[in-house]
């Protein structure tokens, strides 16, 4: 290669750390301050133990990055995955929640085993053939389903309270919640969400590069020590994050993975993982294609190797009791503006997690969980926007049918059934405008 068109592009490998280590390292500081916050937030709302976040992050960066076909992705837990994680663990245990854990690590462990051979049998190729009004239909169902729960978060609303409750049945207790509302909780996540929607409108680059989860906590921890939301009887069993100690993960090993859900529940096991396999590939693969667009040396990302990486991230994760992971779009887009320029920002941002799991836990637990929430609810209210619903409408009446049908679907029922009716309504119509499957 010897055109100027290819002799700036950054060295990958040994070479590229060597070559690129200050600003690789810059970039991944900067998305760990990014993830750190919400990869707790999403342990949380998907009824995991919160330590499993950081895990399935550092899992994500650490050993993913070594395998991945993707150079300026970044990998870890994700807000489109909440609902089916939450899902599983409510479905698996009804009567134990760490059993229901427990079988949902097997079912990840098994998709993630799934991802790989879709990696080996080079299916990344059909990204390019999924509905993509039915994924925008599935991504705006989740995003209201993550604000129907984190709203009462916000709240100071106990969560044994919104145990069991369906998306719909969680929207019709917001008045409820509301009226019985903890004051300090709903202070605090009212004050991050306002900072939030600021934040959303300042054009500053130089305030824009710092990530938005870290002017939060630092408005949100000394909000919660002034109102001394830790020591309130009423609310301290929930009001701030209790992450654990890593010592735990260590001693646990892969114990915590228990595939009984295969004969206990053989149903909810193949349907979850079909939804961790199917979602997180469509997820990660839409990541990539979006990031190759950001890339300023314009390298093409390898789908299928990605999707590889993917299947071993999350076959490790759910084997040390993490999260599903994918390509992040929201780290991935902040780690391609803060100069990244290979593989090497995601290990960083995974080791720094790692740095902060062993030194820095007395601060994560300072955290309050109204805060986290307020995150949530941003990150919800960007996935369902209104500019989603009038950008589909303009599209064409037969994509929003699609997509409309797919948001209601999925409320009305689960995220499998929601996104297999959009898909069955796009075939319909095509069918009828005489287009063909040969």
């Known amino acids: 290669m010897n055109s100027n068109k290819y002799k700036h592009i950054p060295l990958d490998g040994w070479a590229g750390l060597k070559q690129n280590f200050s600003v690789?390292?810059?970039?991944?500081?900067?998305?760990?301050?990014?993830?750190?916050?919400?990869?707790?937030?999403?342990?949380?709302?998907?009824?995991?133990?919160?330590?499993y976040g950081l895990i399935t992050a550092i899992v994500g960066g650490?050993?993913?990055?070594?395998?991945?076909?993707?150079?300026?992705?970044?990998?870890?837990?994700a807000a489109g995955l909440i609902v089916i994680a939450s899902g599983a663990v409510a479905a698996f245990g009804q009567e134990n929640k760490i059993l229901g854990w427990q079988f949902t690590l097997g079912a990840i462990v098994v998709a993630g085993l799934f991802q790989i051979l879709f990696g080996l049998l080079k299916f990344g190729k059909f990204s390019d053939y999924f509905p993509g009004a039915a994924i925008h239909g599935m991504l705006a169902a989740i995003g209201i389903i993550i604000m129907s729960k984190q709203i009462h978060n916000l709240l100071g609303i106990d969560p044994a309270l919104l145990k069991g409750k369906e998306p719909l049945e969680l929207i019709m207790m917001i008045p409820s919640s509301i009226m019985h509302e903890n004051a300090h909780l709903t202070e605090i996540g009212l004050a991050c969400l306002a900072v939030l929607v600021l934040l959303s409108y300042i054009k500053n680059q130089?305030?824009?590069?710092?990530?938005?989860?870290?002017?939060?906590?630092?408005?949100?921890?000394?909000?919660?020590?002034?109102?001394?939301?830790?020591?309130?009887?009423?609310?301290?069993?929930?009001?701030?994050?209790?992450?654990?100690?890593?010592?735990?993960?260590?001693?646990a090993k892969p114990i915590n993975v228990d595939f009984g859900?295969?004969?206990?529940?053989?149903?909810?096991?193949?349907?979850?993982?079909?939804?961790?396999?199917?979602?997180?590939?469509?997820?990660?693969?839409?990541?990539?294609?979006?990031?190759d667009g950001m890339d300023p040396y314009r390298r093409k990302s390898n789908p299928n190797k990605d999707l590889l990486a993917i299947g071993i991230g999350n076959t490790v994760s759910?084997?040390?009791?993490?999260?599903?992971?994918?390509?992040?779009?929201?780290?991935?887009?902040?780690?391609?503006?803060?100069?990244?320029?290979?593989?090497?920002?995601?290990?960083?941002?995974g080791l720094f997690l790692l740095l902060a799991l062993i030194f820095a836990v007395p601060f994560i637990n300072l955290i309050p969980n109204a805060a986290l929430a307020a995150m949530l609810i941003f990150v919800g209210f960007k996935l369902a926007h209104p500019k989603e619903f009038k950008h589909m409408w303009h599209v064409g009446k037969d994509q929003?049918?699609?997509?409309?049908?797919?948001?209601?679907?999925?409320?009305?029922?689960?995220?499998?059934?929601?996104?297999?009716?959009?898909?069955?309504?796009?075939?319909?119509i095509n069918f009828y405008h005489g287009a063909s499957f040969s």
């Open 24 to 51: 690789d390292a810059m970039s991944g500081l900067m998305v760990f301050m990014l993830a750190l916050p919400l990869s707790i937030g999403i342990a949380k709302a998907s009824d995991f133990p919160v330590i």
């Open 62 to 77: 650490v050993v993913v990055s070594f395998f991945s076909g993707s150079l300026l992705s970044i990998k870890g837990p």
């Open 206 to 251: 130089h305030i824009k590069k710092v990530p938005p989860p870290m002017i939060v906590l630092a408005i949100a921890i000394p909000l919660g020590l002034v109102l001394h939301i830790k020591t309130d009887g009423e609310i301290s069993n929930f009001a701030l994050v209790n992450v654990g100690n890593i010592l735990d993960v260590v001693k």
């Open 261 to 291: 859900g295969i004969t206990a529940n053989p149903g909810v096991f193949v349907q979850y993982v079909i939804l961790f396999a199917l979602i997180g590939s469509i997820e990660s693969l839409l990541t990539v294609k979006a990031i």
């Open 318 to 349: 759910g084997i040390l009791g993490g999260l599903p992971m994918i390509s992040e779009v929201a780290r991935s887009s902040a780690n391609v503006i803060n100069g990244a320029k290979t593989r090497w920002a995601n290990f960083f941002h």
């Open 400 to 428: 929003f049918a699609i997509f409309l049908l797919t948001v209601i679907i999925t409320l009305s029922t689960d995220l499998l059934i929601g996104v297999v009716s959009g898909i069955v309504l796009e075939v319909i």
